[in-house]
Every structure is written in C-alpha cells, then in structure tokens.
C-alpha cells in the first residue's frame, strides 16, 4: 500500500537549534512530493512542492530536499514562530487528479527560546 | 492576499441532521476540493471539484455526502443524515492548475452529538 510516513512525530528545538524532519514515501510513479506548514486549528498553509531526486527548494529558514525515497525538512536556526506541524504529502499515485493528495501524519515541531 | 474562506468555523449538530459547509475559494481557481482531519488523524481527501462536476471522490464520500457550486463563488458540501463519526474539521482547498499545491481555507470543525 503506498504510504507517506513522517518523523519524528514530535520534535522539541531550542530557538537556533537546527535540525531535519524526515519524510518516507513508498508510492511509484512519484509525481510531487508536497510540504505543508499547519498551525493549531488552522488548515495546511504550502511550502515547497518536489519533482524529482536532487531537487531542493528554500524558503527563509526552510529547505526541502528530495531523494528517490525520502524527502527532509531542513530547518536552520529555528524561532519560536516557526513552531508548527509540518506536514508531507505525495500525489495519489492511482489517481490522475494531482490535486488529489496522500498526507502523512506530520511532525509537530516546539521551538523554545 | 486573496485566501480561502470558510463559513461556520464550528457547528455542532445532533447525529442524523443536515449540515452544509460553506467555502469560498480563491477567485482565479478553477479546482475545488474538500478534506477531512479527524482529531489526531491524517488529513484526508474526500473529493474534487471541476468545471461544474465532481472529478473524483475518495471511498469515504458516499451517498451521504455531496457538493454543489450554486453560484459561481460559493463550494458547499453537504452531509446528510449525520453520523457520529463525522465529526471532524473539514477543509476547502482549491488550486489554479489541479495540482498540488493546494490553499486551504481555516476549517469548519463539525461536532456530531
């Protein structure tokens, strides 16, 4: 069964503490791996989408990378605001709608100053 | 920033009654999807919407369920006859393209009695 699975399931950083989330992903055919940053009671807010082994995307603090079965979350010199759940997702491989999406669990990151 | 909106935020209803969520997407998208988070749980793909019909639908969007897109800015999905297990926050999403990168609306958390 094609998975997406995420860790850790939680990670407590100091403020400017780096460190990596891992995505696991087991669906063939990859065709976008998706970041999502989700705060309490809020829905997924989109980072970064991945296409392909080698790609890396940044934004601020964040970098994504993409390997042919994994995929990290890279975040360097975290802040507190970047406290969040961080969420990954693959396109449903048997679907052909791309907005059709498989998320894992998350990993919920604490970021204390 | 154009964004998703969501209305209610909350609505708690008595198992077996009607609700209808509202959303209403970005202006300029032309792909409209629901999902579902059960406390704790992943988030979940329940349909698509395009060009004036559902493109697809995932195993837990059954007889019960239903969208319509009545005017032209609203995307509302019904449930019928609700059930305890319903109770959930459910998301609108919608893209300019059908593809992954999806904005979500804030949520309407549904609790069933």
């Known amino acids: 069964e094609d998975q997406v699975t995420q860790s850790p399931e939680a990670l407590r950083l100091q403020e400017g503490e780096s460190s990596s989330l891992n995505c696991s992903y087991t669906?063939?055919?990859?065709?976008?791996l998706f970041w999502y940053r989700q705060d309490p009671g809020k829905g997924p807010e989109f980072l970064f989408t991945?296409?392909?082994a080698g790609e890396e995307k940044e934004k601020e603090r964040l970098k994504a990378t993409l390997t042919k079965k994994e995929s990290f979350l890279h975040i360097t010199a975290p802040k507190p605001e970047d406290s969040a759940t961080y969420l990954c997702a693959v396109h449903d491989p048997g679907s052909s709608n791309t907005g059709k999406l498989i998320f894992g669990q998350g990993t919920t990151l604490q970021v204390k100053p | 920033e154009p964004e998703v909106t969501q209305t209610p935020s909350h609505q708690v209803t008595q198992m077996g009654q009607e609700v209808i969520l509202r959303c209403v997407p970005i202006s300029n998208h032309l792909y409209f999807y629901w999902y579902r988070q059960i406390l704790g749980q992943k988030v979940e793909f329940l349909v698509s919407f395009y060009n004036n019909e559902i493109s697809e639908k995932s195993e837990i969007f059954d007889d019960q369920f239903s969208v319509e897109r009545p005017d032209g800015s609203n995307f509302t999905l019904k449930i019928r006859s609700t059930k305890l297990e319903d109770s959930a926050m459910y998301f609108c999403?919608?893209?300019?393209?059908?593809?992954?990168?999806?904005?979500f609306g804030e949520g309407s958390r549904l609790t069933v009695l």
């Open positions: 991945l296409y392909s």
């Open positions: 669906v063939s055919g990859l065709r976008g």
């Open positions: 999403a919608s893209s300019v393209r059908g593809s992954g990168e999806l904005f």
